[in-house]
């Protein structure tokens, strides 16, 4: 069963005159790409493209209506000062008239995953709407919430931020009944300012809880202690001790994680980076409150599903692509994860610049090169505006060849040139750095040398 509402009552909830014609509709509209007949069309503003001009087509491929900044002769429009304004009010109208319950989850690294996680375990017993992908923000959270209808159970949404108030405008709308926070690291930093005022932009999904609400704590992060600290609800910690406490962590010949958490016991799922057991705590977590019993089979069958964290092969050589994105707490995770991989070869990073750091971006960028060294790992390249500060802190710390590059395909030829079977290859970067172009060249590479990919 669907929900259904009628044009009158969307015009009432965003503030628009009703239609001359009224209707009924049963989902929204972002993207014309998508759009099916009966659909209402939002058109969004755009920096790239005026989304008014697809209203036309909107109406060519059936939509009943459109929320737009002026009116169409192609069909009914509702004009409104701001679409996405008016899609987050429809949705907060639509959440009103929702019984489920929500699960609301943020945090500087970590945070799909979790969700990932989180909606697997609650699977086994509720019927469950969440986010898609990584969805996360002004326009994606509404759209998550419009899926919701009269037989879901619970919602499980993450929330993104890049600067103060996005959370909390996320959580008005949404009106989660719990809320978690995986880790508060610096990231974004450019919009935040400084790792205090992330703290304060992710502490708004706590304080958009109502007083019988409960926040998941990451017993581990002495922010989010802080927060829980100050909040007036149910307090659930997970952690290296807590509720749901992790009593030991471990990685067999094949790099599968061992977990022993207590309450449940052992768990043995194929994730190769140490960072994700607290993803897990938090999904046993959120599992254990609402009755759930079963955990390995849910979170093995989400294992294996495409992730950030990709493992193939290319001509006998191991490569971990975590190309996705980069903030310094997903960079050190990522080096864990390398230090921690079975091999008899070398162990080899390729990094590029994390973006959006700010005035700290200097020493962030020379933090992770230490770290690299620390770990003893062989081989580092990086790539970009602050690779000599990765690359010389990583000399200074240990590693014992560390390079710098100006191009993706100079580290692909570096990497033909150098690395053996056996060896495991870590890829990592901020989304803007175009990574995987590194793991393209080598397979080309590969490729044209006959070598089995």
Request: negative net charge.
């Amino acid at each position: 069963m669907g929900w259904r509402y009628r044009l009158s009552e969307l015009a009432a909830a965003i503030g628009s005159p009703a239609p001359l014609t009224d209707g009924v509709f049963e989902r929204v509209s972002t993207d014309t790409r998508t759009l099916q007949a009966g659909d209402v069309f939002f058109a969004m503003p755009g920096d790239r493209f005026d989304s008014q001009a697809y209203v036309p087509d909107a109406f060519a491929k059936g939509a009943v209506a459109a929320v737009a900044l002026r009116p169409h002769a192609a069909g009914t429009c509702m004009v409104v000062r701001d679409p996405r304004q008016a899609l987050q009010d429809f949705a907060a109208f639509h959440r009103s008239r929702t019984t489920a319950k929500i699960v609301a989850i943020t945090g500087s690294c970590g945070k799909t995953s979790s969700k990932d996680f989180a909606s697997a375990v609650l699977e086994t017993k509720y019927r469950v709407v969440k986010t898609k992908g990584n969805l996360n923000n002004e326009i994606g959270c509404p759209l998550s919430l419009l899926q919701m209808d009269a037989e879901t159970d619970m919602g499980v949404l993450e929330m993104g931020a890049n600067h103060k108030g996005e959370i909390a405008s996320l959580c008005r709308m949404a009106r989660p009944d719990e809320s978690a926070i995986t880790l508060i690291a610096p990231a974004h930093l450019e919009g935040f300012g400084s790792i205090e005022d992330v703290a304060i932009a992710k502490g708004e999904i706590v304080r958009g809880l109502a007083a019988e609400g409960v926040f998941y704590v990451n017993a581990d992060d002495p922010r989010c202690l802080r927060i829980a600290d100050e909040f007036g609800g149910t307090n659930i910690f997970y952690g290296s001790r807590g509720d749901v406490a992790l009593e030991e962590c471990s990685f067999d010949e094949r790099g599968e994680m061992h977990l022993t958490i207590d309450p449940i016991g052992e768990l043995r799922l194929p994730l190769y980076a140490r960072a994700h057991a607290a993803n897990v705590l938090l999904a046993v977590a959120i599992g254990l409150r609402h009755g759930v019993r079963e955990f390995e089979d849910p979170l093995r069958a989400v294992c294996a599903a495409p992730s950030r964290f990709k493992v193939s092969r290319i001509g006998g050589i191991e490569i971990i692509d975590d190309t996705y994105n980069a903030n310094p707490a997903s960079v050190r995770a990522a080096l864990q994860a390398l230090a921690d991989r079975p091999t008899a070869g070398a162990r080899i990073a390729v990094l590029g610049d994390m973006l959006e750091l700010g005035q700290e971006a200097g020493k962030l960028h020379r933090e992770c090169g230490a770290f690299a060294g620390t770990l003893g790992i062989d081989r580092l390249h990086a790539l970009g505006a602050f690779s000599r500060e990765v690359a010389d802190a990583a000399r200074v710390a240990g590693v014992g060849h560390a390079e710098t590059a100006d191009a993706h395909d100079a580290i692909g030829a570096r990497l033909f040139e150098s690395a053996r079977p056996g060896d495991v290859i870590l890829v990592k970067g901020s989304r803007g750095m175009k990574m995987e172009s590194v793991i393209e060249s080598l397979r080309k590479r590969c490729a044209e040398a006959g070598m089995v990919t």
